[in-house]
């Protein structure tokens, strides 16, 4: 084994902007996730490089690192589970193929998935093909999944099933794909206490049900937001389900997103706000602003949460739509050009370490 290495190199927010800041870690020299550096190890199933596994990769990959350390990854699907632990900050994944569907990772647990060891289920976290704890983890130009396959598997009946789950500040995911059914992509924190944020510049995140979710700060800034048809005439799924804090100002914020799905129109929600636990602290909030909305979106845009949580409770809005969704009903809060201003990408990544992994579309 050679492994390479390099010697150099919505209104009410106005109110808690000072606390959310006050919690996010970093320094203003964090990792954007915008270079382009040459591998430190290469991952390649057919035994060519220097290992057969991603996971193989990351264990070998420095603790405690304060500048990336870049892995490479050749074409191929990786049938593994991956986990970058807290002790492995600056990781970047970066597939070598010539799409990002050229290089996939890849699990099929569900949530109710029992345990080898009897144990148990999995639960929706455990579920997750990759768990990400590291902070400033970078991945680009490939495909995480989760395969569970709903259809061969009528015995489970919790069917949640995490492609990525994300616990750690300051990640970019620059070109990825994320695919699965319900709760395809899973943007948390280490605890409720903490706000941790995640950049994804022009991806393609599908599902069905609550296929987004979570209490991260989250920006989706370019790329695809599919809703996958469950072949019902009045309900295929819901794209969010938030669970911010009621003291952090910023949720999802979807920016020229362009919305779409192979469901019958007016069949699918934007989202629903989730109570982990039935918390009444989690007040999700979503915007959806300068983006394209196909009309699997309907008048009604967003949905209650079973346990009588309403939507008209959380924090959800839109701004400047277009596409035959972008409807303007009572039922579809919208921001004014005022209002919209304070809730921009930079708003919502920039902390008080600075961090803009977005400068790059300024």
């Known amino acids: 084994m050679h ?35 040459r591998p430190d190890a290469v991952v390649a199933a057919d035994g060519s490089a220097d290992f057969t596994s ?4 990351v264990d070998a990959a420095p603790t405690g690192a304060t500048e990336p350390w870049v892995i490479a990854v050749r074409p191929g699907e990786y049938r593994e589970l991956v986990k970058v632990p ?56 490939l495909t995480f999944a989760n395969l569970f396959d709903e259809a061969a598997h009528p015995e489970i009946t919790n069917r ?7 616990r750690a500040d300051r990640l970019v995911f620059d070109g990825v794909r994320f ?41 989706f800034d370019g790329g695809e937001v599919r809703s996958l048809t469950r072949g019902s005439t009045t309900n295929n799924g819901y794209v969010t389900a938030p669970s911010t804090m009621i003291d952090n100002p910023y949720g999802f914020l ?14 699918v929600f934007l989202g629903r706000p989730w109570h982990p636990s039935n918390d009444p602290n989690a007040i999700g909030q979503v915007l959806v602003r300068d983006s394209w909305i196909g009309d699997h979106i309907g008048a009604v845009a967003w949905s209650d949460f079973s346990g009588g949580w309403s939507w008209r409770d959380a924090r959800f809005a839109e701004h400047h739509n277009r596409g035959p969704g972008a409807l303007v009903t009572p039922d579809r809060p919208q921001l004014t050009r005022s209002e919209a201003a304070a809730f921009t990408v930079r708003a919502y990544l920039s902390g008080t370490d600075g961090w803009s992994p977005d400068a790059r579309r300024r």
Do not use: W
């Open 3 to 37: 492994v390479r290495r390099r010697t150099g190199l919505f209104m009410v927010a106005f109110t808690v902007l000072g606390v959310v800041a006050s919690g996010l870690a970093g320094t203003a020299a964090a990792h954007d996730g915008r270079g382009r550096d």
């Open 54 to 57: 991603v996971q193989a990769a």
């Open 86 to 141: 807290a002790t492995k900050p600056f990781l970047t994944l970066v597939g070598t193929g010539r799409h990002a569907r050229d290089v996939v990772i890849a699990y099929d647990n569900a949530n109710g998935t029992p345990k080898p060891d009897g144990s148990g289920p999995y639960g929706t976290s455990g579920s997750a093909s990759v768990t990400l704890d590291g902070a400033d983890f970078t991945a680009r130009n």
């Open 160 to 166: 949640q099933a995490v492609a990525v789950l994300t």
């Open 179 to 219: 695919l699965g059914n319900q709760d395809t992509l899973y943007v948390n924190s280490s605890s409720a206490a903490v706000v941790a944020r995640a950049y994804f510049r022009d991806c393609y995140v599908e599902g069905d049900v609550d296929f987004i979710f979570g209490r991260a700060t989250a920006v």
């Open 254 to 267: 979807f920016t020229r997103v362009r919305f779409t799905s192979d469901a019958p129109a007016g069949t």
